[in-house]
């Protein structure tokens, strides 16, 4: 369950196939307005094969078995929006520049690591605050 703003998109890494497991119902999940890590067009399919492959680059990982499912949604995401074709648009000399600004922006904004910086609901509360409360009516 997401708290806080909507943002768009899946993330560079996609939606966790099968969720937390048998701890699902009990995680949340916060994304900050402008962390690609988490707000990643679903259409940008450079940047998530990029954070496909950056997850899987660790052989030893106990999410290997996923991987195959994750690849597999990419790749029919890709095909129900064109294909290669579109693929091939999003890697134009005028893409890069533009995916490399986005990603000048992210890495100096430090909105994937700033979880003081904006408000999740209308208390004010910021995800850190929001979550000590909610782990606290929990214990």
Same mark, same amino acid.
């Given at each position: 369950?997401?708290?806080?703003?909507?943002?768009?998109? =899946?993330?560079?890494?996609?939606?966790?196939?099968?969720?937390?497991?048998?701890?699902?119902?009990?995680?949340?999940?916060?994304?900050?307005?402008?962390?690609?890590?988490?707000?990643?067009?679903?259409?940008?399919?450079?940047?998530?094969?990029?954070?496909?492959?950056? %997850?899987?680059?660790?052989? +030893?990982?106990?999410?290997?078995?996923?991987?195959?499912?994750?690849?597999?949604? =990419?790749?029919?995401?890709?095909?129900?929006?064109? +294909?290669?074709?579109?693929?091939?648009? %999003?890697?134009?000399?005028?893409?890069?520049?533009?995916?490399?600004? %986005?990603?000048?922006?992210?890495? +100096?904004?430090?909105?994937?690591?700033?979880? %003081?910086?904006?408000?999740?609901? +209308?208390?004010?509360?910021?995800?850190?605050?929001?979550?000590?409360?909610?782990?606290?009516?929990?214990?």
């Amino acid at each position: 369950m997401l708290i806080g703003p909507r943002v768009p998109g =899946i993330g560079s890494g996609g939606p966790r196939i099968g969720g937390f497991g048998w701890l699902s119902d009990r995680t949340v999940t916060f994304c900050a307005p402008g962390d690609l890590y988490c707000a990643t067009e679903r259409t940008d399919f450079v940047t998530r094969l990029a954070g496909f492959l950056a %997850q899987n680059s660790d052989p +030893g990982s106990s999410d290997s078995p996923r991987y195959g499912d994750e690849a597999t949604m =990419i790749w029919n995401d890709l095909l129900g929006a064109g +294909g290669i074709p579109t693929l091939q648009n %999003q890697l134009t000399d005028e893409a890069n520049k533009g995916r490399r600004k %986005q990603l000048e922006r992210f890495y +100096g904004s430090g909105a994937h690591q700033d979880y %003081q910086g904006y408000a999740v609901d +209308g208390a004010g509360n910021t995800p850190t605050t929001w979550l000590a409360g909610w782990l606290r009516d929990r214990a």
